[in-house]
């Protein structure tokens, strides 16, 4: 079973970035993120699961309107990460982040729906001046 490991998270004060990394637990043989549709997700206290962008094995994206233009995905095949790029960060957006992944290599498609077969465990991310 395939578990992966959200990482960066931390403490961050009003309009500042940071950068999320989703890797396997451990280094399998077979593990190549662009086979990969990956989504990123937050929960928040007291509030739902929230789907945030996802890329799909062929490079298409999908965001929610809550973070377009402030959060960007990115999938770096040579280090086989793929990251979570936050901009403009808002006390609003503290929360628990979490990645996910389902093998559908050539897919077209993503979803920002919890419909993942594998998740991690989560990163906190606060934002607080």
């Known amino acids: 079973q395939l578990q992966l490991v959200e990482s960066g998270g931390g403490l961050v004060q009003p309009g500042g970035s940071l950068r999320l990394s989703c890797t396997p637990s451990?280094?399998?043989?077979?593990?190549?993120?662009?086979?990969?549709?990956i989504g990123w997700f937050r929960q928040a206290p007291g509030k739902e699961h929230e789907g945030l962008l996802c890329?799909?094995?062929?490079?298409?994206?999908d965001y929610a309107d809550s973070v377009k233009g402030r959060f960007t995905i990115i999938r770096d095949n040579a280090q086989n990460t793929v990251y979570l790029q936050m901009n403009n960060l808002k006390p609003d957006d503290t929360a628990v982040y979490y990645c996910?992944?389902?093998?559908?290599?050539?897919?077209?498609?993503?979803?920002?729906?919890?419909?993942?077969?594998?998740w991690g465990q989560g990163t906190q991310v606060t934002v607080s001046s």
């Open positions: 996910a992944a389902n093998y559908a290599p050539g897919s077209p498609t993503c979803t920002i729906r919890p419909r993942y077969n594998h």
């Open positions: 451990e280094r399998r043989i077979g593990w190549t993120v662009n086979f990969y549709a």
């Open positions: 890329i799909s094995t062929t490079g298409r994206t």
